[in-house]
């Protein structure tokens, strides 16, 4: 085994089906447990150790992020950091973000607020919103769409404020997807993939090397299919990207990424939620006997999107104690977006919610207009730089980091109005019509068409500090600025302008205590800011003037963890307590979309237990718990006080394991299998909307044929458990009923 030091380590897997994992590191390698680099003193630091064996280590608290500005191995960086490597990617057959992070507890999926209709990957960390805190490569992903994994390595979960890393937004924390990139061998995989829905889909990646430290990487991906047990139209994706890398292995690094991506795919503005007379607490209809395919969607509700995004990144090792990252990313998105949000309540003379509880005459529902059509152009450029250097002064060591981030992003969104009338629209609230007809034409009405232009820097900083081989200290600042601007306007009425200026502080500071190799213990205390404005592009439906007046949201996390590699560094176990408090949250009228200061003050008090490895050889483990007690502690809705935070539930988990039998014998068998938990949530603050708890549980079975060929079978949701995967104030989004997908894949 070579133990080294990454200062930007890219392991690289096969597609999906496949087993071959080749790495590369830049770095020095020696022997010892912890490497040394010389000083411009003479002098020598102690690095933190990675372990490489030819592929990405199953207990991912020995890998690292892969960003420039987050140094070290996941064990010793004092914040929870939940990884989904790429072997249970792999294993659970995983298409979607959405599907990676079921395996991260804390998190859960909103539909899309604010009168815009963003849907897409829209999550919710720990109870705080997180539309703008999803980023590639540690870089942002430019656009509002459902990513698809063909491309992902691996999916990282950093949970609590990360401003310092990420700047502005991060409340709850960040998820960061690292990309399959290009590396020193050959290789090509391809899996096909049929089922229940019907669902068909197959992925190819071709990894071939050019030259001495020159290397090639195609992934494609198409698909088409629908979801079991949903009356949802069928949807169809497919996509490229080609990369290529210079200089593997060598003190300087240049990549370059390039994804097309493009699906169609039917919306689902979900269930409307009731409230039985007499009762104080509504639930989704579905759970008064309604049925799971339930859609009351339109042939016209569709996300057609098109995304082009080109990533640059550079890393110089310019001495033995400097190293230098330049990441570069252009992103462009082309969409349709159009849903139909039910609306049940007092629908002209009749009442809908009555007439559904009392099943004496037909419940009728009318549609809202927050679902109207548009087209929206996303184009955004970003650029970190970074520079790493590592030193002494005297007997005391250190590891800095200084960056600046810069990034534009530029929105516009032209609404329609739909050509046939809707409002006289009735329908069935227990047999939707999903075959009526709403042509659309471009609006006349004020505010079809929006723009938005926004403009952030920000400059970090921190410094981590060994005392002792096993004591040091972090301390760490970024300060912020975004700017944005918005316009709305239709043809005959006159323009409206406003503008969002805010600039902001976000401190971090840590202390670690490392009393083995093995072992870390920590207490961290950091700050993330939201500036009101920042979402205009995301949520343009809540762009309005006294929004970019409103103050930032200021979140704040204090925690203690543990972290301890056993049997022998194969399986890693974490622990951390935490409180996060946020002060000035927002929120959003579920009817107008308008975003106001609630004034409120909330608090997040957890704990996050994990397990992550291999407890043999042939018995993989990725087991996660999360305990979360939320609470509103001021509000100027008294009646709110107390109160649990939406979308945040108490207690959460997951489990994937699988075990190898025979392995590399004619007959030898994987099975998996595993569950995904939560409790239910409440939808809004004053708590009188709840989903009830959600629970999968799956499964696994392959079987390799030979030195190329594996079939598998997955199962999903085996118990046909009703569940809501998307969560609004007013209404939830029903996943997938029992499934089974076959797979064969094959690799060279």
């Known amino acids: ?404 981030d810069a990034w534009y992003e530029d929105y516009e969104r032209i609404g329609y109005a739909y050509g046939t009338d809707r409002t006289n629209f009735r329908g069935n609230l227990l047999a939707p019509n999903n075959d009526a007809i709403f042509g659309y034409t471009r609006s006349t009405a004020n505010n079809a068409t929006r723009r938005a232009q926004t403009t952030a820097v920000g400059v970090f900083a921190s410094d981590r500090i060994w005392f002792t081989p096993e004591i040091s200290i972090l301390g760490g600042v970024r300060w912020s600025r975004f700017q944005t601007d918005y316009q709305q306007f239709g043809p005959g009425f006159p323009q409206t302008e406003f503008n969002a200026d805010n600039s902001f502080w976000d401190p971090r500071a840590a202390i670690i205590w490392e009393p083995t190799p093995n072992a870390t213990f920590y207490a961290s205390y950091a700050q993330a800011s939201f500036a009101p404005g920042s979402n205009f592009t995301t949520q343009p439906g809540q762009a309005n003037a006294n929004n970019g007046l409103l103050e930032p949201e200021r979140n704040t996390i204090y925690e203690v963890g543990a972290r301890v590699n056993v049997l022998e560094g194969r399986l890693g176990l974490s622990a951390a307590l935490y409180q996060i408090e946020k002060n000035n949250a927002t929120e959003t009228d579920p009817v107008s979309g308008s975003t106001f200061s609630s004034g409120d003050q909330q608090r997040v008090r957890g704990l996050d237990l994990g397990a992550t490895g291999r407890i043999t050889d042939a018995w993989l483990i990725n087991a996660r718990y999360s305990y979360m007690d939320s609470e509103t502690t001021s509000s100027l809705t008294p009646a709110n006080i107390g109160r649990r935070v939406a979308f945040v539930p108490r207690h959460s988990a997951s489990l994937w394991t699988s075990y190898e039998f025979n392995r590399g014998q004619p007959w030898n068998v994987t099975l998996g299998g595993g569950v995904t938990w939560s409790s239910s949530q409440f939808l809004n603050p004053a708590n009188t909307a709840e989903v009830p708890q959600n629970f999968s549980l799956d499964a696994l079975i392959s079987h390799r044929i030979n030195d190329n060929l594996q079939v598998s079978i997955n199962g999903y949701n085996l118990t046909d458990h009703r569940n809501y995967t998307q969560l609004w104030t007013n209404r939830a989004v029903l996943g997938a009923g029992r499934t089974v997908l076959v797979s064969l894949a094959a690799s060279f």
């Open 1 to 404: 085994m070579t133990r080294t030091n990454t200062l930007r380590t890219a392991v690289s897997h096969s597609a999906l089906g496949a087993s071959l994992a080749v790495g590369f590191a830049v770095g020095i390698e020696t022997p010892a447990a912890a490497q040394t680099a010389a000083t411009p003193e003479g002098g020598s630091v102690n690095l933190p150790a990675i372990d490489v064996e030819g592929r990405a280590p199953d207990n991912t608290l020995r890998s690292g992020t892969g960003l420039g500005r987050l140094q070290g191995p996941i064990q010793s960086l004092p914040q929870t950091i939940q990884v989904i490597p790429q072997e249970v990617l792999r294993q659970q057959n995983v298409t979607t973000l959405e599907q990676a992070l079921r395996n991260v507890p804390g998190i859960t999926s909103s539909i899309g607020e604010g009168n815009g209709g963003v849907n897409g990957d829209q999550l919710r960390i720990r109870g705080f919103t997180a539309q703008n805190d999803l980023y590639i490569d540690g870089l942002r992903d430019f656009g509002t769409y459902r990513r698809d994994a063909f491309t992902f390595e691996e999916v990282q979960a950093l949970l609590g404020p990360s401003g310092v890393t990420f700047g502005a937004g991060s409340a709850g924390g960040a998820v960061n997807v690292n990309s399959r990139v290009p590396f020193l061998g050959n290789a090509y995989n391809a899996v096909v993939t049929g089922g229940m829905g019907p669902f068909a889909r197959g992925t190819l990646d071709l990894n071939q090397r050019l030259g001495e430290t020159t290397a090639m990487r195609l992934n494609l991906m198409g698909q088409t299919g629908s979801i079991v047990g949903r009356n949802l139209d069928s949807g169809d994706r497919w996509g490229i990207a080609p990369s290529i890398a210079f200089g593997l292995g060598t003190n300087t690094t240049f990549t370059l990424e390039y994804l097309h991506y493009h699906y169609n795919e039917a919306t689902d503005g979900g269930i409307p939620v009731l409230t039985p007379p007499g009762a104080s607490v509504g639930r989704p209809i579905t759970e008064y006997g309604v049925g799971r395919g339930t859609w009351y969607g339109t042939p016209i509700d569709r996300d057609r999107s098109t995304i082009d995004r080109l990533t640059a990144r550079l890393q110089h090792r310019a001495t033995d104690w400097l190293t230098l990252y330049n990441d570069t990313r252009f992103g462009y998105q082309e969409r349709f977006f159009s849903y139909t949000i039910p609306s049940c309540g007092n629908t002209g003379a009749t009442d809908c919610t009555a007439r559904f509880f009392n099943r004496n005459s037909t419940p009728l529902y009318s549609y809202s207009g927050a679902g109207s059509p548009y087209e929206s152009t996303t184009w955004g450029v970003q650029n970190v730089t970074t520079a790493v250097a590592r030193f002494n002064t005297g007997s005391v060591r250190h590891e800095a980091t200084l960056g600046v």
